[in-house]
Structures are given as structure tokens and as C-alpha cells.
């Protein structure tokens, strides 16, 4: 007897080949039986009607770290199908800290999540994953550790390369995380303290975590200007320490470099044509998003936030602000450039009424000046400012999007349209990523076949995982489903209006377990923390 038959759909086995139709039995976690189930009995029946049945998808950058914490029903991933999230992206994870680390974490969250009581001290891994499955999650967890997170432990936020010491602490405590479980490390390398490090003391690391066999996953140095040289420090990690290399959001920023897809995924082809294994992820929106600080260089943030605030109310630092935004300092480059102040849209703040609103539109209701408005901006909110910058061109996106090295994935952290997590003006792309690329990419503008569409949400993420038994639909796989209309399947998230739920999903199973059911979320915490 199964537990479940879904009877009726066209099946997208993740593979990247042709739908076809058949039945899928599930028993317990897993398909059991797929073929003509016309004689085979269940518990439960669904008739998919001729809908769309596929893995579940898995989101390899997410920043659902403390979301999850809060909230552990995940809606805005859950409801579009996503049942697998990796965390602990772009540098930043929330362990393993030291005392040091976790009184500077804490400070740096306060505004975020003031609710949470995040760490209690000294905290590793197992220590954030032990409480994270306390807590229950909807959908299957797999933790990346953050280089951020080891240097801020081990250094605090300081330029310099680190000692001896500092390095064998951070080798240390990666070594501990990825005993508990984690699949690689991450870096954020236009974020303080990440951007202080050159690329040795990454290497160093990234060996650590190949003689796991885990992964690099980079947000690299730069996007606009210095986007070649970024993408060449990456594949020269992956290369010298022998270890995959995910690039996180490839895209081509700045208006100035539109056009530059093309090379750049030369670039890309050229690594993986001398063996190393390369691949990117990559949302689909013209707009990113970041704090306001980034907009910052390097030596702004150095020392602590009171250093930071106060230089930013300093005249003369400002000076020095202003003219190392617009020119760059060594080989960093302000996401400013190709972006400009008009197209800098404030998406959280204190001040619920600037929100949806470009730094320049401010700066002339204030009678100020952009520069010094975004410097107040800082102030005002003990530098706790988020942002979208409109800055990619839609043909570079729909070039990276098509290639065969991409995978889709949101870059966002959980949210939901009630509850703890219904604040701010997110990203929509943390609401839309995958039923955007469903809906416009594959159904309106043709970009991808459905089939490919869905393979670059499953088992091409599940691959640079290593999550063999996840992704796919085939005997033996884990049960996690999503059936969506193809022709209803859709994202309405905007960037002024965020908070809403997709179109067309009807159901989500999670480990077998019925999540999602008419586009409802039914309360269902089956997710797991997946171990490397
Ligand atoms: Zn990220």
C-alpha cells in the first residue's frame, strides 16, 4: 500500500528530458513506484490533471539562515516549490563564532531581527543546526560556512592579512564546521571583513574544504568593473586548491558593461575546458539588492560600527567617501558605478515613508546633496540601510540564463506576507525567483524550455551539492514534489509590492510530506538538515 499517488501528471523528471506522463507512487520519504499505477492502492490520491509534476527545487544561495530561525515555515520559497535551501551564503553564516564573533554578530542583527536571541554565546555549527531543527524548518536545510563569519571570529574587522594564528583559528573552526555537516565555504568579497582578504589566505581555506570534498561558492570581488578580474580570482581558487567553484549570481552590473555576457561565459567555458569544475547561479531580475554600506570602500567599515558612524558624520571622511565611491580604490569598485544615485531605490530603512524611494528623489525633497543624503541615510539607521540597484541589462541576463553551465536561485532570504517576517521591502526575488523563471523566461519570452528550465532548478543544483537522491524523479529518490500549472505558473512580487505568493503552484510535498496543498501552506515542518 503507498501512501500517496499522483495520478495524471505530465512528469519533469529533472534530467532535463522530454515530460512525460505517468504515475508516481510515494511511500514514506521516497518514490516508490512510478509507471502505469492504475491497479496500485494509497492512502491519498492526487489527480494532476494534466499538471506539471517535478522535483522539488533547490535554491543553492539563499540567506534563510535567521529568517528560518524566526519563521520556520519558509512561505516565500515553500509556495513556489522550493524544498531544498543551502545557507550560509556570500561570506556570511551564523556560526561558527567565537566570543568575539558573537558579540559582533549580534550587534549586526539587532536592527534585522530583533526578536532573536542568536547566538547565546561562543557557537558552532552544530550548535545553530541543533537549534534550527529544534525549531523545524519546512524545507530541507544544506549549511555553507562563511568566511565573513571566520575572519570577523578570528580577527574582528581588520585590513590586514591575517597571522599565523589567525589563520590556524580559522582553519580550525572551518575543519570543526564541516565535521558537523557543512558542504563547503562561501565568501562575500565586496563585503567587509571579506573584501580585507587577498586571494592566499581564500585558497588556504578553500583546501581545508576540498580534502572534504565540499565547495567554493564565491560572491565575488566585483560585478561592474572588475567582474573579469573577479571571476579569474575564483576559477584560480578553485584551481590551486582543487575544489568546485560555485559563482553566486553571475551577472554583468553597471551600465557601462552591458554587452559583456558573452565574454564573460567564455571565460567560464574556458575553466571548465581545463578541467575545473565551474559552474554559476544567477536570479532573474534587472535589479540587485545590497545594504547602502556596501556602497562604502573597505576602509570605511574598519574598526567598529561607531568607527563607521562616525566617520560617516565626519566632513573630511566624507570627502574621502565620496571620491573613492565614484573612483574606485585599488582593485574595488563601489556598486555605485553604472548605477547612480536615481536608480538606488531604498527598500528598509526606519523611516517607513522613504521606502520605494531612489536616494536621489530623496536627497532633492531633502535640499541636499545624494552623497551626503546616502551618508545621512547611514546615520540615521546606525548604517542599516538596504537598497535595489536597477543595474543589468535584460539581454546579458537572458545570455547567462540560457547557458548550460547556470543554475537559478533566489539570493534572497525567507520571507511571508503576515507574520515576524512581513517587514521591510525585500527583494522580490525572494517571493519570485523560480516561478518567474517558469512563468516570464520559460512560458512568455521562450529563454528556456520548460524541461531545461527545470533541470536548472533541480538536478543541476542538486549535482554541485552532492545531494544524489535529491532533484530527481525516479525510484529510490527522495519525495520531494511540486506540481504547477505551466500555463498559470507565475511570480506577482514587484519591487514596491514584494509581498505576494505565486500563481499556479498547487501542491509541495516535502520528504513525502504534504506541504503545499491548492497553493496553501498546510503548517507541515518535514524539512531536514542535510548533512554533506
Ligand atoms: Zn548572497
Known amino acids: 500500500m503507498l501512501d500517496w499517488i499522483v495520478r495524471g501528471a505530465r512528469v519533469v523528471d529533472g534530467t532535463g528530458a522530454p515530460w512525460i506522463r505517468t504515475d508516481v507512487g510515494v511511500k514514506g520519504d521516497r518514490i516508490a513506484a512510478m509507471g502505469d499505477l492504475e ?3 494509497a492512502h491519498r490520491e492526487v489527480d494532476a490533471g494534466g499538471d506539471i509534476l517535478a522535483p522539488g527545487f533547490i535554491d543553492v544561495h539563499t540567506h534563510s539562515d535567521l529568517p528560518l530561525l524566526v519563521e520556520g515555515e519558509g512561505h516565500s520559497h515553500i509556495r513556489q516549490g522550493v524544498t531544498t535551501v543551502a545557507i550560509g551564503n556570500c561570506g556570511n553564516s551564523p556560526a561558527p563564532l567565537s566570543e568575539r564573533g558573537a558579540s559582533r554578530f549580534r550587534e549586526q542583527i539587532a536592527v534585522d531581527f530583533p526578536e532573536l536571541d542568536w547566538p547565546p554565546g561562543p557557537a558552532g555549527l552544530a550548535d545553530y543546526l541543533g537549534e534550527l531543527a529544534r525549531r523545524g524548518t519546512s524545507s530541507n536545510v544544506v549549511p555553507l560556512v562563511g568566511h565573513g563569519t571566520l575572519r570577523m571570529s578570528a580577527m574582528g574587522f581588520v585590513g590586514e592579512a591575517p597571522g599565523r594564528d589567525a589563520m590556524d583559528a580559522m582553519k580550525s573552526m572551518l575543519a570543526g564546521a564541516m565535521e558537523a555537516g557543512a558542504f563547503g565555504l562561501s565568501s562575500g568579497l565586496i563585503y567587509t571583513p571579506g573584501s580585507y582578504a587577498r586571494t592566499p589566505e581564500l585558497v588556504e581555506l578553500a ?9 567554493y561558492a564565491s560572491h565575488i570581488r566585483g560585478e561592474n568593473d572588475t567582474l573579469f578580474d573577479a571571476v579569474d580570482e575564483a576559477i584560480e581558487i578553485g584551481e590551486a586548491a582543487g575544489i568546485p567553484v560555485q559563482i553566486a549570481r553571475l551577472k554583468v552590473m553597471g551600465r557601462h558593461m552591458w554587452g559583456s555576457a558573452d565574454r564573460l561565459l567564455e571565460v567560464i567555458e574556458g575553466a571548465r575546458e581545463r578541467g575545473i569544475d565551474v559552474t554559476a547561479d544567477q536570479y532573474p531580475y534587472e535589479a540587485s539588492a545590497t545594504g547602502l554600506s556596501a556602497y562604502l570602500p573597505g576602509w ?10 562616525r566617520r560617516l558624520g565626519d566632513p573630511r571622511a566624507r570627502e574621502e567617501m565620496r571620491r573613492d565611491i565614484l573612483e574606485g580604490v585599488e582593485d574595488w569598485v563601489s556598486p555605485y558605478r553604472g548605477v547612480g544615485w536615481e536608480n538606488t531605490l531604498v527598500t528598509r530603512c526606519s523611516d517607513p515613508d522613504l521606502e520605494g524611494r531612489s536616494v536621489e528623489e530623496i536627497a532633492r525633497e531633502r535640499g541636499a546633496d545624494p552623497f551626503d543624503t546616502a551618508f545621512d541615510l547611514l546615520i540615521e539607521n546606525e548604517a542599516n540601510v538596504n537598497v535595489v540597484l536597477s543595474t ?3 539581454a546579458d541576463l537572458e545570455r547567462i540564463m540560457a547557458h548550460p553551465a547556470v543554475m537559478i536561485a533566489s539570493d534572497s532570504g525567507v520571507s511571508a506576507v503576515e507574520g515576524p517576517l512581513a517587514r521591510g521591502k525585500p527583494h522580490p526575488r525572494s517571493f519570485g525567483t523560480f516561478v518567474r523563471v517558469l512563468g516570464e523566461y520559460v512560458r512568455e519570452r521562450g529563454v528556456l524550455t520548460l524541461e531545461e528550465a527545470v533541470r536548472k532548478m533541480t538536478t543541476m543544483p542538486a549535482a554541485r551539492l ?13 519525495a520531494d514534489l511540486v506540481i504547477f500549472d505551466p500555463g498559470a505558473v507565475g511570480d506577482r512580487a514587484t519591487y514596491t509590492d514584494p509581498f505576494a505568493y505565486p500563481t499556479g503552484v498547487s501542491a509541495v510535498f516535502v520528504n513525502g510530506r504534504e506541504t503545499v496543498r491548492e497553493g496553501a501552506h498546510l503548517g507541515a515542518r518535514a524539512g531536514r538538515i542535510l548533512s554533506r
Open 39 to 41: 491497479g496500485a492502492r
Open 207 to 215: 583546501r581545508v574544504v576540498a580534502a572534504y570534498r565540499g565547495i
Open 300 to 309: 570605511a567599515h574598519g574598526g567598529s560600527r561607531e568607527d563607521l558612524l
Open 392 to 394: 543589468i541589462g535584460e
Open 466 to 478: 552532492g545531494l544524489w537522491d535529491r532533484g530527481v524523479l525516479r525510484v529510490g529518490a527522495r
